[in-house]
Structures are given as C-alpha cells and as structure tokens.
C-alpha cells in the first residue's frame, strides 16, 4: 500500500504525519457552523436541496429487534420513498446490521433497487471491542452477503491511549479485504473523541489508511453529527484533496432528524469541501426518521400546507 | 442545477420612512428648516429626507437637555433611572426587526449583520447600564460620583445604531442628558430610536436627537452649554475636536481611526485564523475602525494561509445587503467608495499585488470588491492609511518579535489579533501590543462589559465596561 505518499506504514511516520496537522479552534469552529446555521435556503434552492438530501440518505435501521419483515419495509421505503410521487429519487443505500444484508440485497434487487446500496455495520460495531479475528470474520460475512459499503468502527480506545498506528492498521486490513467490492466508511464515534483535534486526526489517519468515506457516529452516543464536527470533517477532506486530488466522502450520522438539519448540512458541505461533494457519492446522511420530514417538507412546498402525517409512510 | 441560493430577501414591509424628517427636542418631533437627501447606498434609492440643524435648532436641544437634567434626571434616583433603561432596552428588542430593516436599507450592511450583531448588542449596552444606573459608588470613582451635566455625542455612520447605544446608554445611566447627532448619511435609525423614547415615555429633553452634517457637530462641539464631548470617526475630524474642546471645561471622549494588525503565527489553528482574517476585514465592509486591516503573516505558512484565504473569499457572498444570504453588503457612500478606490490605486502604484474575489457586483449603488494586497511593506501607504473599506493589506514576519514591531509602527493602537495555539505566546504578545483591545485566536467580538478604545491616535478613554461608564462620571471635588 502506498498510503499516497503521506506515511510508509510506520509508527514513527504517521505520528509525525498526525503531528504536522494544525490545531482546530473550538470556538472559531463552533461560530463557523453557528453562522453557516443561518443562511436561509428558499423556493427552488429549497426544493432543490431536499430532493438532494434524500438521495444522499442512508436508510437506517440498527436495532437488536430488526427482522426480515422491518428490513424489507424499509428496503422498499428506500427504493420508492412515496409510492405515490414516483419523481422523489430513492435514497443512496439502505444500512443495516449484517446478518440483515442477504435480506436487504435480495429484497432491494426484486423491487427495482438495484440502484440502491446496502451498507453494513462492521467490526464488532458499534463498541468496536472485539479480536481482529471477529472484525475480519464480521467484514467478511457482510461481504459475501453482498454488502456494497462497509461502515466500519474505530478502535476509539486505542485512539484514545494514542496507539494511532493500531487503528490505522486495522483500517488498512479491512480495506484490503473491501477491495473493489465494497466502499469503506470509517466510523470515529465523534461523541467519544470528544475534541475537535481528536476528529481531525481521525480524519487524516482514515484517510491516508484508506478510508473512501469518513462517517461521524454510530447513531448510538450522543452527541453525534453536530455542525462543527462535520466542518472540520469536510475540512479535512477538502486539504486531503488539495495534497492528493483524491475526494473523500463525509457522512454524518446520528441526530439529523428534520429537513432543516440536512439542509443545513447540505450548506456547511457547499461552502466548506464545496459543491463537488454535493453528490451521494461524496456525501451521505446516516439517518431513519429524516426520510419522512424530507417528504413532508416536500409535500408543502408542492401544496402550500403541511399534509398529515398519515400521507407518509411509517416504515 | 447547482446548490445556488436562491434570493431570500427580507422584507421591508415592517418599517415604514417617512418621506421627511425634523428633529427630537424635548420629547417632540420638530420639524427643520433645510433638508438633505438620505440614500440606500445599495440601490442609490432616495429614502428620505433629513433636516440639518442650525445654531437655533443646536440651541433648542442644548436648552431641553439642560432643563432636563436639572428639573428631572439629576433628581430622580439612579434605581428609577435604571426602570426607564431596562424599558428602552426591551423595546428596542421587541422593534428589533424594524431596526435591523432601516439600518440595512440606510447603511448598506447586510441584514444578517444588522440583525444578529448590531441591534441585539444595542440592545445590550441598554440592559447592561440599566443594571450600572443604581450602582455608581460601585464603578471606582469614590462613594460620590456625579455626572457631567448635558454630554454632546457625535456618532459615525459604520454603526449607527449601536454607536448611539454606546454613547446614550452610559451617559443617561450616570445621570447626563445628551444631544445626540447621527452621521448625515445615516440618521434614520436614530430617529427610530427617538420614537423608542417616546414609547418609553423617557423624560421629555432627557434624549434630544438633532440631525445634520459636520456643521451641525461643530455648533455641538462648541456649544458653551454642553459639558461633555463624546465622538467616534475619524482622526481627522477627532483632532479638530480636541484643539476645539482644549480651552474649555468640557470633558471629551474621543474613538477615532485604527490600522490594527491581525498577526498569524505558524502555530495558530489555521482554519478559523482564515476565518478570523475573513471577520476582521470584511466584516461590515470593513467600515470598522477596529478591522483588522493588516494581516501580518509568519513567512512559514504564508502560502497556506493565502491560498486558504483566497479560496475562503471566494466563497463570500456580496450583493442585496436585504438579502438574507448576503455577507458583504454596499459601500455607505460615494465618497467612502472613492477613497477606498483612491487608496487602492496607490497600493497599485506602489507595487503591491492586488487580488480581488470574484464576485459579480450590482451595477448600482457602491460596490467594492472583498480585496486583498500581497507584498506589503511598512512603506506602503495601504500599510499606514486607514482606508475603512473591504481591503486587506498582506504583510510577512519571521520572528514573533518581528510581528510585535511591525505591529506597532503605527500612529494608531486600537485594537490588535493574535491567533496562536500557544498560550504563553498569546500572552507574551498581547503584553506587547500597543493597542486598546487585543483579541486572541478571534477577531471583532464586542460585548457592553468590556472597555472599549485607543491607543495613541486611535483615541482618548473607553466604551463600554466600568471605564466607558467612568467617563460619564466624575469625582465630586473634581469639578
């Protein structure tokens, strides 16, 4: 692997790959999103974004009660968002736990979705504690189910202790095993790293070790895609393309729940990495009950009232 | 389609300008003799027409604000005081989108700016001197503490209404009466505030608003009934006030022009340092005397900083000050724009190498371009000259002690940046500074605690804070 150049593999190279970064002002951040939070996207903008946003939705369903039936109802959400307005994209993929993945794929593939991907939670998701054994084990078995995207965990203990060089190895071994099958999604768990320093470093380590998406959280600790982590997220993705000319998608996940958030997400992407990520292959919202607010936001624009809440389906 | 902001204009459905104005004396509109016309500087529209006070109208306001202040407001406890500030400060919030909405069409600033900073901080400034009115013994100028008597204030058109909060709130809360004279390209929000008087049923002459130009601030300046002078503008005009004041009793405040240097060392956090650079200078067109027009740069990460600067600039958005989306509004005047393009043009000549966003500019109204200037040296005139407009002089160091110099060859000192993830620089560096506010990895942040003012020629006391208070105020045995 040649890392583009940036570190050899080393414990000594990428600490000082790590070290050369810059500092991230948490204050200066904070009051960059603040601001970008409030630019006001109307009219055609509008439509324009929400539509966008729902192509660029992972559909979401992470829960120890997931079952054929949940998965299917919400591949075929995924597929054809409202059944009755076939102009509304389907969304980018459905993400699931992966004993879920042979249900998604099959399901998606018999309704039309080829189109739709199906990203897996992996490595011993979402604590990340477990043998390398179990992360390889639990990649594989996603991969052969036909898992297109892999979103994995990061080893947040071992970055927390500074052993750098772990995570970025195991990231390396799953990338490997990824290949050309799957896209990898490095999930840091932002919540955890708690600093804005710690995200940036994440961020350039996933990235040298391979990473074709970054991904804020596992929707399962708070807080999780706020506005000032995706900032320095993108970046983090914008200077990686400035030294490689390779783009790095960003997903955040966890917390974006109404159509003004996205938006608003849609906005710090625009003007921070720029609009070449507005695309679902460079940008992704991990999310369940934001579908339907893009939806009904959708519908008001169209009708000039909010509908019901019983015109949207619940899956 | 791309990710194009559509227009998100706010509307101006909320204010309502009449087409003529007279002057607030004694609690009562009266109407002037000679009238100007005032003007959208982003549309050139005419959008009113303001009185210019003479001698009798200066007279007039001199007159009520003295018999306010001996019949009501130097009688009437600080506590009762506090009552009528704490109720001018929430109206105001209560009318604050008619303000944020006649200060945007007036200045040409963007409405965000208006209404996220200049109208919730004027705000403040009342809130915060309502709660001093009662406390005066407290502001460390002995137990007994008297005001002035009758303050003259002149106020610039960068700010208009927060200019006046800083100047009316302070000195009505110490226990003065004020004639208060906006600039003559924005009078408009003062005006309002006249009727936010009314409203709060201030005492009538304890607020008298007279409009006009620098005649009319001249007659205020010289006004033998008058005890104290405060003035923001420029140095210029600050020096004639100081010869002018100089053999009279009147106390006198002055907030005057500023060159401040916004310096980046290689160990700053680079991305909000552009963004801070970003806020320091382009912030409110750079009509700010505190902007920070000289980015001193550590040669190291020069390039860096540039390239990130450029492409940051690139993303600001300049046009319909009304829009909602917009970052940098109009140029307040042809006069302003002039100069600043005067001054350009000598950084030109000079050699320095201009740059400019590229943003397309409304072919009406006064636009100026987000600009920067790279290869500056301290003999430049664009390094020296506050030029009060979107324009950036680029300047390098090697040492910090280098920068501190740099810095400081200035005639001003008002304020000064420091962007560094070193704290022991930060405070050996803003030791250094010869300047009256130093901000540390921010830039352009204001808050009614804290004090306000210059160095050298940047100025004479504070605003803001128990020192901006302190000049309202004086000793008893002191007079």
Redesign the interface.
């Known amino acids: 692997m040649s890392f583009y150049g940036l570190v050899d593999g080393t414990d000594a190279s990428l600490k000082r790959y790590l070290d050369a970064l810059?500092?991230?002002?948490q204050?200066?951040?904070d009051?960059?999103a603040a601001m970008l939070a409030?630019?006001?996207?109307?009219?055609?903008?509008?439509r324009?974004?929400i539509d966008?946003a729902i192509s660029m939705v992972d559909l979401t369903t992470l829960e120890g009660a997931d079952t054929v039936g949940k998965v299917q109802a919400l591949c075929a959400k995924a597929v054809r968002p409202d059944p009755t307005d076939l102009t509304i994209p389907s969304v980018g993929a459905v993400c699931v736990y992966n004993d879920m993945v042979a249900t998604a794929r099959t399901h998606l593939d018999s309704i039309g979705g080829h189109h739709v991907g199906v990203a897996a939670v992996s490595t011993a998701f979402p604590s990340g504690r477990a043998s390398m054994a179990v992360k390889i084990q639990d990649t594989q078995d996603a991969l052969n189910a036909g898992a297109s995207e892999i979103d994995m965990v990061i080893d947040r203990g071992a970055f927390l202790s500074g052993q750098y060089i772990d995570v970025f190895n195991e990231i390396v071994e799953i990338k490997e095993l990824c290949g050309d099958r799957a896209h990898l999604k490095v999930i840091f768990e932002t919540g955890e790293l708690v600093t804005y320093d710690n995200v940036r470093k994440a961020s350039f380590l996933a990235m040298a070790a391979g990473a074709d998406f970054i991904k804020t959280s596992t929707g399962k600790v708070a807080p999780a895609a706020t506005a000032p982590v995706v900032l320095v997220m993108l970046?983090a993705v914008r200077d990686f393309y400035s030294m490689t000319k390779t783009r790095i998608g960003v997903k955040p996940a966890g917390g974006i729940r109404n159509t003004k958030d996205a938006i608003k997400q849609?906005?710090l992407v625009?003007?921070t990495a720029g609009?070449e990520w507005?695309t679902p292959s460079l940008f992704r919202i991990g999310a369940s009950a934001l579908l339907n607010d893009l939806l009904m936001q959708r519908m008001k624009m169209d009708d000039g009232y909010y509908a019901s809440p019983a015109y949207v389906t619940i899956d | 389609?791309?990710?194009?902001?559509?227009?998100?204009p706010e509307s101006r459905a909320v204010v309502s300008i009449k087409p003529k104005y007279g002057h607030f004396i004694a609690g009562k509109f009266v109407a002037g003799s000679k009238h100007f016309p005032t003007i959208n500087p982003a549309t050139e529209e005419v959008l009113s027409h303001i009185a210019l006070a003479g001698k009798a109208e200066v007279d007039a306001a001199v007159k009520a604000a003295r018999k306010a202040y001996t019949t009501t407001w130097s009688k009437m406890s600080g506590k009762e005081r506090g009552k009528y500030l704490f109720r001018v400060a929430r109206i105001m919030q209560e009318r604050a989108r008619e303000f944020a909405v006649l200060e945007t069409l007036d200045n040409g600033k963007p409405i965000?700016e208006s209404r996220?900073v200049d109208v919730p901080l004027a705000a403040a400034h009342f809130f915060y001197h309502a709660g001093w009115a009662d406390k005066l013994e407290f502001a460390g100028l002995g137990t007994s503490t008297k005001p002035h008597g009758v303050a003259g204030q002149i106020i610039p058109w960068n700010f208009p209404l927060l200019m006046l909060a800083w100047k009316v709130a302070p000195a009505l809360a110490a226990g003065n009466t004020v004639v208060l004279k906006p600039a003559e390209s924005t009078s408009l929000t003062a005006l309002l505030f006249a009727e936010v008087c009314q409203q709060a049923e201030l005492p009538a002459g304890v607020v008298n608003i007279v409009t006009g130009d620098g005649s009319t601030g001249a007659l205020i300046v010289n006004h033998p009934g008058i005890d104290k002078i405060a003035f923001t503008g420029s140095t210029e005009v600050g020096k004639i006030i100081a010869r002018a004041v100089a053999p009279t009793h009147k106390s006198v405040t002055l907030e005057l022009g500023g060159k401040a240097a916004n310096i980046i060392f290689e160990?700053?956090?680079?991305?909000?340092?552009v963004?801070?650079i970003v806020n320091g200078i382009f912030f409110n067109q750079g009509h700010v005397c505190c902007a920070g027009s000289r980015l001193i740069l550590q040669e190291s990460v020069a390039d860096e900083v540039l390239e990130k600067l450029k492409s940051r600039m690139a993303?600001i958005r300049v046009g319909d000050p009304m829009d909602?989306?917009t970052d940098v509004g109009a140029i307040n005047s042809k006069e302003q724009l002039i100069k600043i393009t005067e001054l350009t043009a000598a950084g030109d000549a000079e050699g320095a190498q201009r740059w400019s966003a590229p943003c397309e500019l409304p072919t009406k109204g006064f636009w100026f371009a987000p600009t920067i200037f790279t290869g500056v040296t301290q003999a430049h005139r664009i390094a020296r000259e506050e030029i009060f407009g979107p324009v950036l002089s680029v300047l390098t160091f090697r040492t910090p002690q280098e920068a501190i110099d740099k810095a400081n060859n200035t005639p001003f000192g008002l304020s000064a940046g420091v962007w560094s993830?070193k704290g022991s620089r930060i405070l050996w560096a803003t030791q250094q500074l010869r300047a009256g506010v130093v901000w540390a990895?921010?830039f352009n942040k204001f808050d009614p605690t804290s004090p306000f003012g210059g160095y050298k020629e940047s100025g004479w006391g504070r605003e803001g804070g128990r020192h901006g208070l302190s000049a309202y105020l004086k000793g008893v045995g002191h007079e």
């Open positions: 810059p500092g991230v002002d204050v200066g951040a009051a960059r409030t630019r006001s996207i109307k009219t055609t903008s509008k324009w974004a966008t970046e849609l906005v625009n003007e609009p507005l | 389609m791309s990710f194009d902001y559509a227009p998100a965000r996220d160990d700053a956090a680079i991305d909000e340092a963004e801070g993303k909602k989306n993830e990895n921010t």
